[in-house]
């Protein structure tokens, strides 16, 4: 993998968190209590962008249908609402390496 350059670390930490395109993906990434996390931004159900994220829980969730993932290992913590029986192993996330280097986030990617 390469790491990519995405964002100013200055913009992520006063928006939160951020989907940015990466090469051929959109990638979620947000700081919490300084320390990066990186996933598809791409819901694995309807391909809707991730965005609504807890902070103490560590997840995000889906604006379309309510699908939650965890943050740091992009597994479907919650269904969609439409979908309740989907089989969440197969719509895990992928998560990605993550650091700031030169005050830019870079993902692995």
Not at 52 to 79: Q, S
Request: hydrophobic share 45%; net charge neutral.
């Amino acid at each position: 993998m390469v790491w990519r350059p995405t964002i100013s670390f200055a913009a992520l930490k006063r928006a939160g968190h951020a989907a940015v395109r990466v090469k051929d993906r959109v990638v979620f990434i947000a700081v919490i209590d300084e320390k990066l996390y990186a996933m598809d931004a791409v819901c694995s159900h309807s391909r809707c962008i991730l965005g609504l994220l807890d902070r103490e829980k560590l997840r995000v969730k889906c604006p379309c249908h309510d699908a939650v993932f965890d943050l740091e290992t992009g597994e479907m913590i919650e269904p969609p609402y439409v979908s309740p029986d989907v089989d969440r192993d197969k719509m895990r996330l992928q998560t990605f390496n993550v650091r700031v280097n030169k005050g830019f986030v870079e993902v692995d990617v």
